[in-house]
């Protein structure tokens, strides 16, 4: 694998919110077989992404001039990630923005969010492997990842870190989610990253210390959603009962609060999607940021009726929808790009 592919080139994107609590959040520190959705017209190729130089030079040795889909699929995986899920080198990291980017120009240059069936499963477990990174880059508050969009992975510490533009993120994941298994994956992966923030949140917590964590969380949540609209009407139901036979055949019994703070909340946000959510409710998973400070505030014994958590939860139901919004919009760019500015 190399280590030399060069950062991309920077392209626009909108303005996310959140500027008030962004100092403070940066201190806070299988399955079934899904139901794949055929967009556009017809099945993209990968034509197009074997002739991507960058790509190329990120797949190292694994690149062949005549590989398959699958194949191309598999390789983009592994040159992405490593043995420690999680944990990346500067090779990895930048070989997955070269994937992101090749995927989002491809698109981008069809007019349409769609990829080829045999590069769903692979390229949503490199995403899972990336989700503290997706995590940042959809929330917009990490104003390191926003400054860094168009430039390659950083180390920061121990821990290498990659960025991406958000319009870039929101196709590839668009795309990816025509399979409906991938887009369980990839929801609960976020959802897991919001748990790790929210468990690390101080008893005495005020302000944005205590409400950034679950606004960030929800600002993510809120991509996800207008992804799932997006969805056409005639296939929605079937692809929204795949999803949640995705969770249920992956949901774990949550530990109690105090054995796994992270954990409990990850898994009774499962646990509960599983067993109140319906395929044909409109609302499917929106109200899930909701539905995740019931179990946090509860856990800590915050009182989920009390002004501050209902408070939070307006905040957030607001913040989901701002980005819900914002993903249309995306998508309406991406097919219609002479409509946008």
């Known amino acids: 694998m190399n280590d030399n592919t060069p950062p991309q080139t920077a392209r626009p994107r909108r303005t996310r919110f959140f500027a008030a609590a962004a100092a403070a959040l940066v201190l806070i520190g299988g399955g079934a077989v899904g139901w794949t959705l055929v967009a556009g017209e017809g099945n993209p190729d990968c034509d197009s992404l074997l002739s991507d130089t960058a790509l190329q030079r990120s797949l190292g040795d694994s690149y062949r001039a005549d590989m398959g889909c699958g194949t191309l699929g598999t390789a983009m995986r592994d040159a992405a990630t490593g043995s420690t899920p999680g944990r990346h080198t500067l090779a990895q990291a930048r070989a997955m923005q070269a994937t992101l980017t090749a995927i989002s120009e491809d698109i981008e240059r069809r007019r349409e969010p769609a990829i ?23 929330s917009g508050v990490n104003g390191e990842y926003t400054h860094r969009e168009g430039s390659a992975p950083w180390q920061d510490g121990k821990t290498v870190r990659m960025s991406a533009h958000l319009d870039d993120l929101v196709n590839v994941l668009r795309a ?6 991938a887009y369980a994956d990839l929801r609960a992966a976020h959802v897991r990253q919001c748990a790790t923030r929210l468990a690390e949140v101080p008893a005495d917590a005020t302000g944005p210390f205590y409400t950034g964590p679950s606004r960030s969380c929800a600002a993510g949540l809120g991509y996800y959603d207008g992804i799932a ?7 929605a139901e079937q692809w929204r009962s795949d999803v949640l036979r995705r969770l249920k055949n992956t949901a774990d019994s949550p530990p109690p609060w105090k054995v796994n703070h992270a954990r409990h909340i990850a898994g009774s946000w499962q646990q509960a999607v599983v067993e109140r959510v319906d395929a044909d409710q409109a609302q499917f998973l929106q109200d899930d940021s909701v539905r995740i400070i019931d179990i946090w505030a509860t856990a800590r014994g915050d009182g989920i009726d009390s002004k501050t958590v209902n408070d939070l939860q307006q905040k957030t139901a607001n913040d989901a929808n701002t980005s819900s919004v914002e993903t249309e919009e995306a998508l309406r760019c991406t097919r219609h790009p002479t409509e946008c500015g």
């Open 116 to 138: 080829a069936p045999d590069l769903h499963a692979p390229l949503a477990a490199a995403l899972v492997d990336y989700a503290q990174d997706t995590q940042e880059i959809l």
């Open 176 to 181: 990816v989610s025509q399979d409906s298994t």
């Open 229 to 235: 609209d997006d969805i056409p009407e005639s296939q």
